[in-house]
């Protein structure tokens, strides 16, 4: 079940981030700013997270991020390590796109590493396609940069 932002689940936001971060990569000053504060970053600026539960626990969480009034970022997508392999990003991908959808956007971006070849293969299965990547992303990992077309 997924389910719209509920401040409960902060922690949950933050630490299945924080491990999907240190397992990969490393925590940057930026992730760490948004994850404590994701009102400020996400909610706020008219952005949208999402928990994915699972025995009434969080599973996942993904956060769509405003960049525009027409474009929005998949951002700060993870899944607890013990769940994966239930297709619990899947759906999460799959009901931010459905609620891009619904808001009226023009496109969803996100930013990953190619190092991410699993995520990568999802992402473009999804519909994403590769665009230049622009100087000055807020990401030091980010090596790739995708966007979904809205029809």
């Given at each position: 079940?997924?389910?719209?932002?509920?401040?409960?689940?902060?922690?949950?936001?933050?630490?299945?981030?924080?491990?999907?971060?240190?397992?990969?990569?490393?925590?940057?000053?930026?992730?760490?700013?948004?994850?404590?504060?994701?009102?400020?970053?996400?909610?706020?600026?008219?952005?949208?997270?999402?928990?994915?539960?699972?025995?009434?626990?969080?599973?996942?969480?993904?956060?769509l991020m405003k960049v525009t009034d027409t474009v929005f970022e998949?951002?700060?997508?993870?899944?607890?390590?013990?769940?994966?392999?239930?297709?619990?990003?899947?759906?999460?991908?799959?009901?931010?796109?459905?609620?891009?959808?619904?808001?009226?956007?023009?496109?969803?971006?996100?930013?990953?590493?190619?190092?991410?070849?699993?995520?990568?293969?999802?992402?473009?299965?999804?519909?994403?396609?590769?665009?230049?990547?622009?100087?000055?992303?807020?990401?030091?990992?980010?090596?790739?940069?995708?966007?979904?077309?809205?029809?």
């Amino acid at each position: 079940m997924i389910i719209d932002y509920n401040p409960k689940y902060n922690q949950d936001f933050k630490a299945l981030n924080i491990e999907w971060l240190e397992t990969f990569f490393y925590v940057e000053d930026y992730d760490n700013e948004v994850l404590s504060n994701p009102d400020k970053y996400i909610l706020d600026k008219g952005g949208k997270i999402f928990f994915s539960l699972h025995n009434n626990k969080v599973a996942g969480t993904v956060a769509l991020m405003k960049v525009t009034d027409t474009v929005f970022e998949l951002t700060k997508m993870a899944v607890n390590t013990n769940l994966r392999g239930l297709k619990i990003g899947q759906k999460l991908m799959t009901h931010c796109l459905n609620e891009a959808k619904a808001l009226g956007l023009e496109k969803v971006i996100l930013y990953s590493n190619t190092k991410l070849e699993n995520a990568i293969y999802i992402y473009r299965k999804f519909g994403f396609k590769e665009v230049p990547l622009e100087e000055g992303v807020a990401y030091e990992r980010a090596n790739i940069k995708m966007e979904y077309i809205i029809n």
